[in-house]
């Protein structure tokens, strides 16, 4: 996936939750459709930091389990895992490089540490990190 397609509304659901969260990191999943194009998110889940840091974040594995059955049962992939940054810019961190697991899926970076929001989508593997495109459609 060389994109990240984000609808305006769902964009803002997840730029208001990391505020909600801030101080710490917040996180969750985008799920859709692999598309030519891109990666295109038509479902948020908001998910909690287990790990309630401003600096780290950890799914539940619970939760985690449940998101991804739902996942199977809407017909939905994977496409993308957030995490904002509430006080760095919006770049993978030696951990978020460590802990990306999921080759596949697009990393997705939320800074707060700005008046206003940065999001930016990474793909990471064999510990570098790659900008790619992200685009929000009304
Ligand atoms: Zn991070």
Same mark, same amino acid.
């Given at each position: %996936?060389?994109? @990240?397609?984000?609808?305006? =509304?769902?964009?803002?659901?997840?730029?208001?939750?990391?505020?909600?969260? &801030?101080?710490?990191? $917040?996180?969750?999943?985008?799920?859709?459709?692999?598309? /030519?194009?891109?990666?295109?998110?038509?479902?948020?889940? @908001? !998910?909690?930091?287990?790990?309630?840091?401003?600096? /780290?974040?950890? %799914? =539940?594995?619970?939760?985690?389990? #449940?998101?991804?059955?739902? %996942?199977?049962?809407?017909?939905?992939?994977?496409?993308?895992?957030?995490?904002?940054?509430?006080?760095?810019? #919006?770049?993978?961190?030696?951990?978020? +490089? $460590? !802990? $990306?697991?999921? &080759?596949? #899926?697009?990393?997705? +970076? +939320?800074?707060? =540490?700005?008046? &206003? =929001?940065? !999001?930016? $989508?990474?793909?990471?593997?064999?510990?570098?990190?790659?900008?790619?495109? @992200? &685009?929000? /459609?009304?």
């Amino acid at each position: %996936m060389n994109k @990240l397609i984000i609808k305006g =509304e769902d964009y803002r659901a997840v730029v208001d939750y990391c505020l909600k969260e &801030k101080p710490n990191e $917040a996180c969750g999943i985008m799920a859709g459709k692999r598309e /030519e194009e891109g990666g295109r998110v038509t479902r948020v889940y @908001l !998910m909690k930091n287990t790990k309630a840091s401003p600096k /780290e974040y950890l %799914m =539940e594995p619970e939760e985690q389990f #449940a998101v991804f059955k739902d %996942m199977r049962q809407k017909g939905l992939e994977l496409i993308s895992i957030f995490h904002s940054h509430p006080h760095s810019p #919006a770049r993978p961190s030696a951990k978020d +490089i $460590a !802990m $990306a697991h999921y &080759k596949e #899926a697009i990393y997705t +970076i +939320i800074s707060l =540490e700005k008046a &206003k =929001e940065v !999001m930016r $989508a990474f793909l990471i593997s064999d510990d570098k990190y790659r900008e790619i495109g @992200l &685009k929000i /459609e009304e």
